[in-house]
């Protein structure tokens, strides 16, 4: 008895104290809750500038510190709170007290990266220059929101992606994650990038802000631009980015502009983006591209990443010796605190989730059928039927399993992989990584009918024997770029320019799809029957192809680059590389405070891309704006109205375009201008697009808005922008060189 009743007094006493610690978690979970519901700065009928005013003013110091650097770069480094990252490129620790939640960043250029490391999945849409040949701003911002939604889903709230730096520089490593050579349509399908990805409660950004147009000696670089030249071509891309995106983060590149760092530049980061722009996000460092404390700051540097050897201790020690002015800090931390409101992190708290993994491979596919470019069809060989194909032969390096994708901080992880060792060296990211999207499997799948063989091109005789036995031939050939890399060369490695040539000397029934991350010389062209640009095509890569090729789509996309017909034409024949001394280590601070160690001299200034090569009277492979269809095109009837008739600071251009082929299609139509001579421009500048789906047979009016800006030029002597009087030159039609209609309207 005694014995049961001292089991059931410890039985009621252990109830008790359950039940009182439930009461106790729940209370204080209560007390938590209620706690942050009670702060003032969670009213959200409050503007994310009052609320960041009210957080600014219960901070310390300490606590202003701790928002403004990162944590340490996952690529080694000792660092006491590693455990509280996500597993992303960096973090920044929150105020727990106030509500205040961490940013875990991820790089996400086309996909959501380190996902093998952190055993998630990811899709990997096609490239950005990729997505940049749909011409599409609704695309653009499904390609954002699957982005967003995927990185909230694996834990992150902050994107470092919106590459933006024009190719100015065919040979950059880093094209495939920029938009492509013309300001306007680069800025606008990354505005839309960044703005639908911002919907879905994450901080957007735009890098590297700015002129970081090459890899070569990237940290020690001083890239020497007029002004003029700069705010008409890379600063124009990043300010529509800005202006349609509303992009919560700017990060500030590696190299120096005219002299000093992007991320120590006041013109660029306080003249520009803060006052012109009206930018009111925070400016953060390329990865160890903070130099300094109070220079940095003073230009307009908000928070250092990846750690804190500039804004943590020293930062705070400059704020007390008086070297960083208090108002200058609270800058920094307010638009931080900002951002998360009106990004909605705060609001919105990560809750992780999984995807729709298959919704992302349908996306992934349709970008890539919308992003992949038919440069040539002779004699209408293409599309393929699949009732009378009989015999292929699949050539290429790794063309049985999978399609090559772009490296770097922008590579995502395939499905099937395993972790690389990437959070110890950096330099292991450097491997090519091909997607398992074979394009071998895709032709089998969609014609069962054929034979088709595979030859991997190792042995170019072997190969062309297998061509040569095969009625039609699909040479698969890639080009492989990566961040802190350039090309040393446009031709293809590895010589498949030879592997080629023997194939289509076997087979002249020979399509090369090529995947990669820039233009491509191809010695080859006059010799084979197809040439698509598949670019780095994704997670669904092979698909597209396929369906393109066997005709299930009409391509239409069109070059957001030009295809040089060899280096010898480009602005600069030659990259211009750091030499042994300008690479020593530390050269850069050996004045005391960073100063970059060579210069690459924009000189070709205005004419990039397109610019150039029109200036210059140059041919050229092919042209920017170019892309072939199943279908064919006409235009007429064209219309400009002028700014003074339509009011609104627009000009409007009104044409016809007519599907004159046999099967439904979408035209790309361009929109270029001519200024009047006495502004010294290029002869022709891109300032509209339209894609105009078209039935066969069908004709529709097309209408495009556009803005003053875009037939401007960028007035050095007034730090303004200015219409000038004088006729203006509209042209119209396919690509940058098929331009049939022209009109002209005159601008008092
Ligand atoms: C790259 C950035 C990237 C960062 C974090 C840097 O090396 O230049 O684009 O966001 O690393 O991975």
Redesign the pocket.
């Known amino acids: 008895m005694m014995v049961t009743k001292a089991i059931g007094s410890k039985a009621f006493g252990a109830v008790v104290a359950l039940i009182f610690c439930v009461l106790c978690v729940m209370g204080n979970a209560w007390a938590q809750s209620d706690h942050r519901e009670a702060f003032p700065w969670m009213k959200t009928t409050l503007t994310p500038d009052e609320r960041a005013n009210l957080v600014l003013k219960e901070l310390t110091l300490d606590e202003k510190i701790i928002l403004i650097h990162g944590e340490g770069s996952p690529f080694g480094g000792t660092n006491p709170n590693a455990y509280l990252s996500n597993g992303g490129?960096?973090f920044s620790l929150g105020i727990p007290r106030l509500g205040i939640p961490p940013l875990q960043?991820i790089?996400s250029a086309y996909g959501v990266?380190f996902s093998a490391a952190n055993g998630r999945y990811s899709t990997a849409l096609p490239s950005n220059l990729a997505s940049t040949a749909s011409w599409d701003p609704e695309a653009a911002c499904e390609y954002g929101a699957l982005i967003g939604r995927e990185e909230r889903a694996q834990g992150y709230n902050m994107s470092?992606a919106g590459?933006v730096d024009l190719a100015r520089e065919l040979r950059n490593g880093r094209n495939f994650?920029y938009h492509g050579e013309d300001p306007i349509l680069a800025g606008t399908i990354v505005g839309h990038r960044v703005r639908c990805e911002q919907a879905q409660h994450i901080i957007g950004e735009l890098?590297?802000y700015a002129v970081n147009d090459q890899e070569s000696g990237r940290n020690l670089v001083d890239s020497i631009i007029s002004k003029r030249a700069m705010r008409e071509t890379d600063l124009l891309a990043f300010e529509i980015g800005n202006s349609i995106g509303h992009p919560g983060a700017v990060?500030c590149s590696?190299n120096a502009v005219n002299g000093d760092y992007a991320c120590e530049n006041r013109y660029l980061l306080t003249e520009v983006l803060k006052k012109e722009w009206n930018f009111q996000g925070f400016v953060l460092s390329?990865?160890?591209g903070t130099h300094s404390v109070a220079k940095a700051s003073g230009a307009g540097l908000d928070m250092e990443?990846?750690d804190d050897t500039y804004y943590g201790a020293a930062m705070k020690k400059a704020v007390l010796d008086g070297k960083v002015p208090v108002a200058k800090l609270d800058d920094h931390v307010r638009r931080i605190l900002r951002t998360e409101f009106a990004s909605g992190i705060i609001d919105f708290p990560i809750r992780k989730g999984v995807v729709n993994a298959e919704d992302g491979l349908l996306i992934a596919r349709r970008q890539a059928e919308q992003s992949t470019v038919l440069l040539k069809n002779a004699d209408g060989l293409l599309p393929l039927d699949r009732a009378k194909v009989r015999s292929i032969a699949i050539i290429g390096w790794h063309a049985d399993e999978g399609m090559i994708s772009g490296g770097?901080?922008?590579q995502v992880d395939p499905p099937g992989s395993f972790a690389p060792p990437v959070f110890q060296k950096e330099k292991d990211i450097h491997d090519a990584v091909w997607f398992p999207t074979s394009p071998l499997k895709a032709v089998a799948a969609i014609a069962p009918g054929a034979q088709v063989r595979f030859a991997s091109g190792e042995d170019p005789a072997a190969a062309a024997a297998l061509a040569k036995e095969s009625q039609m031939a699909i040479v698969f050939a890639y080009q492989w770029t990566h961040?802190?890399y350039d090309v040393p060369n446009l031709s293809l490695p590895d010589k498949q320019d030879e592997l080629i040539e023997q194939v289509a000397a076997s087979n002249p029934n020979t399509i090369v799809v090529l995947e990669s991350g820039t233009a491509v010389t191809m010695p080859w062209a006059s010799r084979v029957s197809g040439i698509l640009e598949a670019w780095y095509a994704g997670s669904k890569g092979a698909d597209a192809v396929a369906d393109i090729i066997f005709g299930e789509v009409n391509p239409s996309a069109k070059l957001p680059i030009t295809f040089p017909v060899s280096e010898a034409d480009l602005p600069h024949p030659q990259l211009v590389g750091p030499s042994l001394e300008a690479k020593a280590p530390g050269a850069i601070m050996r004045t005391g405070v960073a100063r970059p160690t060579f210069s690459v001299h924009y000189d070709e200034g205005l004419k990039i891309g397109y610019k150039w090569f029109d200036a210059e009277n140059k041919q050229v492979l092919f042209p920017f704006g170019f892309g072939l269809s199943y279908t064919t095109y006409s235009y007429s009837g064209l219309e400009a109205m002028p700014d003074s008739q339509t009011g609104g600071g627009v000009t409007t251009v009104s044409f016809q375009v007519m599907n004159t082929g046999s099967r439904a299609g979408v035209e790309i139509a361009q929109i270029y201008a001519s200024l009047p001579a006495s502004a010294g421009e290029p002869p022709k500048r891109l300032v509209g697009w339209s894609r105009v789906p078209l039935e066969a047979g069908e004709s529709k009016k097309v209408k495009v808005t556009i803005d003053a800006k875009y037939l401007s030029i960028f007035d050095e002597a007034t730090n303004s922008w200015k219409l000038l009087p004088g006729v203006y030159t509209f042209r119209v039609g396919s690509s940058s060189r098929d331009l049939a209609l022209t009109t002209t309207i005159a601008v008092q």
Do not use: N, T, V
Request: hydrophobic letters at 25%; proline letters at 5%; a negative charge.
């Open positions: 490129d960096g960043m790089g990266r470092l590459g994650e890098k590297h990060m590696y390329d990865w160890g990443q990846p770097g901080s922008a961040e802190a």
